[in-house]
């Protein structure tokens, strides 16, 4: 299983980015898909998650209304729309796949991970 995350940058606060993670090597359409980040000196959090059939999905309290995640089941891959950037978005962001197919705001859930893509954003 590989996921191959990808689409971070640099990014003034309030711009925006769009984080892709494609996925080989497993049934993607029945796996759920979250997207975790860790920032410098920082546990890893949880981002956004969303069910297998892209029917639900759930954020975090901090990106709430800025944040979007959503996935294409043809094309094996699962997005972040990132909006409004704030410079304590700033982190290295990672998808996971998960074991089951629903909604997983754990990251002991997630049993694949991708490498991560790095988002710092500049106030």
Known sequence: VQL???????VQAGGSLRLSCVASGLTFSTH???????????????VAAIRSSGHRKDYADSVKGRFTISRDNAKDTVFLQMNSLKPEDTAVYYCGAARGGAVYMSSNFYSYWGQGTLVTVSS
């Open 32 to 46: 759920g898909m979250g997207w975790f980040r860790q920032a410098p000196g920082k546990e890893r959090e949880f």
């Open 4 to 10: 191959q995350a990808s689409g971070g940058g640099l």
